[in-house]
């Protein structure tokens, strides 16, 4: 084993790590960070997803058909669910969190009865490279590529589009988009279904490496939320990159330096200790920092 | 509400419990409370064994449920994380109770052990969120990381050298004795002058016990929070930079209440461990700590009364839904939807300030529109 | 002065629910019926692994009482099964312990998957002096009077299987494991097994629950190279170790008990993720001889819905089993006396995994385990049967448990002859 290989495989968990806060976190910043609702139910959603794209897969679909089968799929529930219960409870955090928890027993207890306690998941695809004698898995790479686009995507949508441009000022100012003829309420329930698909997506790439069962997404709600909140609302995409970095920083050097317990650990402490010092997250703590250069 | 001097002393004493920051402060309403807990003391003698039991259980859910309604409810701090007193205080009173059972022959040290040690923790904790100005979405996130920390550290004592004295912490099959000579972890039995009396977390004379304790602290707390003390935490809720302009130092009275709030928890906590004489970390999850603030949401985090009402009914529905096997979780999954949506301000609140509204009424008809009444209104 | 009354509401929400329990909860005239509660995860989690078991407690009981039931106090009288759902809920077990024992007045208690489920109702059924069936694997040496398992232990499965292992591929060896008292103590089980056969632990690490990045781990197990893995990876994060593995192209062959046989993982991921993994079940469907293939077409009959008959399925079947048999032996359900009728070395000859025995003195069982290994194509061979082992691990270190039960639980540390092994550097 060369040094080269120990240094690329430090690298290669560092980036795993990170994909997988940023796809379990990315549809819930839209939800949390844009729209102030404690979404329990995401890694519902996430399930959701999952049993999609791999009921696609086994009945004869490429993958990359069957992902964004998923994410359409998880996209119209999320639709569903905002028409019916979100949509009570925008900006009502602890409300939504208790009702989304509800949502979330539903969701996963009736997946239980009725598709049964487990379905079969997807192969792993694209094998697996070697860096100076050791092998990776090509396919922890492309989550993390995936990632990155979804989150640009994301960006872009709500930087460049009109639905972007009146999204966030439905964001900013309810009453005032809607004297200037946006519709709040569709744009709300568009933002919702949107990050409903990106937790879709999440789910169906998560297939492909999990085993898949009604409770599949529980695992990835705490630590998503943590991500999302770490990151703060000031900049929410930012926030999460930011949040994100440092996490898996974190994780990767701890349990490389002692175990994957004190690497789970550290992630959790560290968290803790971003948010005593940056008491509104990363993002804010960061503009702050700027405006205040700024002003010298 | 001013009482005329010449009021009746029971009357007095009723006024200090009664104001704008609960529901119920009439007679009709003391009648009906007076009532309910003559009901309550009176169950050991028509309900089985077992209804007694699960009833103590009830009655130690719903101070924990109390505990966070002061600081949610009434402070405006909501933490995800209250079961987490609620563990430590657990773990406390079993590992003091284990060490000191046989010199001391009570548990009255591990009793006070089990509310000192989350108030202290809290202290530590608090002191770092509130004096780094921490709030809203942060310190529910911070507590659920903290909780989740000590989960992670319990589970993991698994092997026999985590011992503290006499007690092994026991990792997931939780706490017990260090060797076959170590004393079982014990029921409650506190001692005075000499004397000891154990009370059985299966009999009676525990369940009359909880029940003393949770009137003591319904009553505790509804003088608090209707006290000069209960203003400014209802200040320090509407407006924290308004409360702090205006001369208070809103972090310590924060801190001061989160530390009350944390020793609640972990009595409910040593209570739970003496009930059951066993204490696991699966408490510290993210699950339990959810549905502590299920109760309170369900039932209207800015009335005491109201949590307790939805405590006891939740609890009670979800062990009965355990009977109907696989639809149980999704069946209270529905009722928490719609319950939410129902009554986003929680069911137990919005039906008392409707009733309190026909009956109010009905009684005066007078056009003088009281406080609680407003209250009522805008629940 | 305004009113309202929310203590009334309060009452009659309580009194309420204290009618609607109290109307289900009459206990039987004077017990015209033998109560079985068990309480199992139906819903939430762990229901993957612990629905089949509920499976095998309505088969048992269907079969018993279409036979007319048991003849007990000079009748026969029929088993009512009342199953109470966990929902993987530790707090649950406790409570709903609670119910069996007082509101149900149940004659036996059988609970529990994990062994944090198992502790919650086991401390609270064996204080009022019921008692309790544990019925799948376990890591053994609970030493109670109340206290009875079903399920294969360490002996059963460790000890046998790495011995195999060992004869088969070598004797270097890395253990990886979720880290929590089951697998703490298969550790422990496992460092016996190699200082008995002559292996060698090069690596020992434990993880907590929630670690799916492996590839640090994988690193890891490359660099020692060992002959062959032992895993007790835990929960749907840990066993993603599988696919991670194979795509880093760790082909070790692999021991593990705690795959396969309880959630059939085989079924759930796509092949080959799990290919090259042995396994050591008591009983899973795909283990042969008649009874087995019996047992597993009557699960089907009955329950269409079976994805796969695992070992709870079986080991719950065998418990009501048993009990049935030792209320025939005592001529009643009195607690005392059934107890000692299973103390007398009750036998299920025609058990689902081959001939079955309770051991009076240990309170666990004689049984038949099988050494299973995974193709390629996720279908599993035969790689031997382990044969009948007799637990002894109990009577090695002196306890008798129909003398005096010492009411606690031992573990390797507590065999002085195996002292050498655990110390064992890594």
Not at chain 2, 161 to 171: E, K, M, N, P, R
Not at chain 3, 71 to 81: A, H, Q, R, S
Not at chain 3, 394 to 420: C, E, H, S, Y
Request: proline share 4%; with cysteine; aromatic share 10%.
């Amino acid at each position: 084993m060369e040094l080269s290989g120990q240094i690329f495989s430090w690298v290669y968990q560092y980036f795993d790590n990170m994909a997988f806060l940023l796809l379990a976190a990315s549809g819930l910043i839209l939800i949390y960070g844009m729209m102030g609702v404690i979404n329990m139910a995401h890694g519902e959603i996430m399930m959701i997803g999952a049993y999609i794209a791999a009921s696609a897969f086994h009945a004869g679909a490429p993958a990359p058909v069957a992902i964004v089968a998923a994410g359409v799929g998880a996209g119209l529930a999320g639709v569903v669910l905002e028409r019916l219960v979100i949509r009570h409870f925008y900006n009502q955090l602890l409300s939504s969190l208790v009702v989304t928890w509800g949502l979330s027993l539903i969701i996963s207890q009736a997946a239980l009865l009725i598709l049964g306690p487990s379905i079969m998941n997807m192969p792993t695809p694209f094998g697996s490279f070697s860096v100076g004698g050791f092998s990776f898995g090509v396919y922890r790479m492309v989550l993390f590529a995936v990632a990155v686009a979804l989150i640009v995507a994301v960006w872009a949508l709500f930087r460049f589009t009109a639905f972007g441009i009146a999204a966030r000022a439905a964001m900013e100012n309810p009453r005032m988009a809607a004297a200037l003829g946006v519709d709040t309420k569709r744009i709300y329930t568009l933002t919702f279904a949107i990050g409903c698909a990106l937790g879709g997506i999440a789910g169906g790439m998560f297939a492909q490496t999990a085993t898949i069962s009604p409770f599949f997404g529980q695992n990835y709600t705490p630590m998503a939320f943590i991500t999302v909140v770490m990151g703060g609302s000031a900049n929410a995409i930012l926030g999460l990159i930011y949040a994100a970095l440092y996490l898996a920083g974190v994780q990767t050097v701890a349990s490389n330096v002692f175990n994957p317990y004190v690497g789970y650990v550290s992630i959790m402490a560290s968290a803790l200790i971003a948010l005593l010092v940056m008491p509104a997250g990363i993002s804010d703590f960061i503009q702050r920092r700027r405006a205040r250069a700024m002003e010298r | 509400m001013p009482q005329s001097p010449r009021a009746a002393l029971p009357v007095r004493i009723l006024a200090s419990f009664n104001g704008p920051q609960t529901l119920g402060n009439s007679r009709f309403f003391w009648c009906c409370w007076l009532v309910a807990i003559l009901a309550l003391a009176l169950l050991p003698c028509f309900a089985s064994r077992y209804h007694v039991l699960t009833a103590s259980n009830f009655l130690i859910s719903s101070i924990l449920a109390l505990s966070l309604c002061l600081i949610w409810g009434y402070c405006g701090i909501l933490s995800l994380g209250q079961a987490a007193f609620f563990g430590v205080g657990g773990y406390a009173y079993g590992i003091v109770g284990i060490n000191l059972i046989e010199p001391m022959g009570n548990t009255d040290l591990a009793l006070l052990a089990g509310v000192l040690a989350p108030a202290a923790f809290a202290a530590c904790i608090g002191g770092l969120m509130f004096y780094s100005r921490l709030k809203g979405v942060y310190v529910a996130i911070l507590m659920l990381v903290v909780s989740l920390l000590l989960g992670l550290f319990m589970r993991q004592t698994a092997d026999p050298s985590y011992t503290i004295g006499g007690a092994y912490l026991g990792g997931m099959n939780g706490l017990g004795p260090a060797t076959a000579s170590d004393p079982a972890l014990p029921s409650l039995t506190l001692g005075l002058a000499g004397y000891a009396v154990e009370f059985d977390g299966r009999g009676r004379d525990f369940y009359w016990f909880v029940l003393g304790v949770g009137i003591a602290v319904y009553l505790g707390l509804r003088w608090l929070v209707n006290s000069s003390f209960g203003y400014l935490l209802v200040a320090c809720r509407e407006d924290l930079q308004r409360t702090e302009t205006f001369g208070y130092d809103v972090r310590l009275v924060q801190l001061g209440v989160f530390c009350l709030s944390a020793a609640l928890a972990g009595l409910s906590g040593a209570l739970y461990t003496a009930w059951g004489a066993y204490i696991h970390p699966d408490g510290f999850s993210v699950a339990p700590n959810i549905l502590v603030v299920i109760w309170v949401a369900v039932g209207g985090r800015k009335d005491l009364t109201s949590v307790v009402v939805s405590t006891l009914a939740l609890n009670a529905i979800s062990i009965e839904l355990a009977a109907w096997g696989e639809i149980s979780l999704l069946a209270l999954g529905v009722i928490l939807v719609t319950a939410m949506l129902a009554a986003p301000e929680g069911v137990a609140a919005t039906l008392g300030a409707w009733i309190g509204g026909i009956v109010g009424r009905k009684r005066a008809g007078s056009a003088t529109s009281s406080v609680p009444a407003r209250l009522g209104a805008a629940l | 002065m305004k009113i309202s009354t929310r203590r009334g509401l309060s009452l009659s929400v309580l009194t309420l629910g204290l009618l609607a329990s109290a109307a289900g909860a009459t206990p039987a005239m004077a017990k015209d019926k033998i109560v079985v509660c068990t309480i199992d995860d139906l819903s939430g989690d762990f229901s993957i692994m612990s629905t089949p078991k509920t499976y095998g407690y309505r088969l048992a009981v269907k079969e018993i009482n279409d036979a007319g039931g048991v003849e007990v106090d000079g009748k026969k009288k029929l088993i009512d099964l009342v199953q109470f759902d966990g929902q993987s809920d530790v707090k649950r077990y406790q409570e709903l312990a609670q119910r069996c024992v007082f509101d149900k007045e149940a004659d036996v208690v059988m609970a529990g998957y994990t062994g944090a489920e198992r502790e919650a109702a086991r401390r609270e059924v064996v204080r009022n002096k019921t008692i309790y069936w544990h019925n799948n694997q376990g890591e053994g040496g609970i030493a109670d009077h109340y206290s009875f398992f079903s399920g294969p232990t360490p002996e059963q499965q460790v000890l046998p299987a790495i011995k195999q292992m060992i004869e088969k591929f070598g004797p270097r060896m890395t253990f990886i494991g979720a880290d929590y008292n089951f697998c703490r103590a298969i550790g422990q089980w496992v460092r016996v097994a190699a200082g008995l056969a002559g292996g060698k632990i090069e690596m020992e690490e434990y993880f907590p629950f929630g670690v799916s990045q492996w590839q640090a781990t994988i690193d890891k197990i490359k660099g020692v190279n060992p002959d062959f893995q032992v895993h007790c990876l835990v929960g749907a994060e840990q066993v993603q170790f599988y696919p991670q593995a194979q795509a880093a192209g760790l082909k070790t062959p692999v021991w593990s008990n705690v795959t396969i046989t309880d959630g059939y993982e085989h079924k759930r991921f796509a092949p080959p993720s799990l290919a090259n993994i042995f396994v050591p079940p008591g009983y899973i469907e795909d283990v042969p001889g008649e009874a087995s293939k019996t047992f597993a077409s009557k699960i089907r009959a009955m329950f269409p819905e079976t994805v796969y008959v695992n070992e709870h399925a079986a080991f719950g079947y065998v418990a009501v089993k048993a009990m049935a048999e030792a209320w025939k032996k005592a001529g009643t359900t009195d607690t005392e006396k059934t107890i000692a009728a299973l103390e007398s070395d009750i036998s299920i000859p025609d058990a689902p995994g081959g001939p079955w025995s309770m051991r009076g003195s240990q309170h666990h069982a004689a049984m038949h385990t099988y050494l299973f290994k995974v193709n390629d194509d996720h279908t599993l061979s035969l790689v031997s049967d382990l044969g009948m082992t007799e637990p002894t691990f109990l009577t090695d270190i002196g306890v008798d448990m129909r003398k005096k039960a010492p009411n606690r639980q031992f573990l390797p540390a507590d065999n002085p002859a195996w002292k050498q092994y655990l110390s064992q550097s890594n």
